[in-house]
């Protein structure tokens, strides 16, 4: 119960990802035509607009790996108590932010882009929880 105690931010961190890229990533997956013409509508002016049919898949799969990272690394935490691996999710989850923050910023989309700072800030708390 205690080291349970101790690795509940860790555990908040991972799950939190987990939950929000695969969600995210699967939605691109189990709706890419509505996905996809979104975006290419979103980016229509933007340097990214002749992008969008490669850049969609790369993003999908960005997302879903960090969720499937985030969500072992949950699963590890807790039943071994396990924190190595655990760091790889912030760290996914970081990048997979920067990504779609370059792109809302490109698009335009400042409210967009603005809306990921508080996402991004939960990477960064959860890297330094989880460095050791």
Known sequence: ???LLQNLPSLFVTA????LF???G???VLDYKG?????QSHFKDSPLAGTVGILMPVI??????????SAVAFVLLLTQGQCSFALY???LAGISLLSL???QRLAKDYAGAASLVAYFLVALIGLWILKG
């Open 1 to 3: 119960m205690d080291q």
């Open 16 to 19: 939190f990802f987990a939950i």
């Open 22 to 24: 695969l969600q995210s």
């Open 26 to 28: 699967l939605d691109k």
């Open 35 to 39: 996905n996809h013409a979104y975006f």
């Open 60 to 69: 999908t799969l960005l997302e879903v790996l960090t969720g499937l990272v």
């Open 89 to 91: 999710s912030p760290a």
């Open 101 to 103: 923050f370059f792109g």
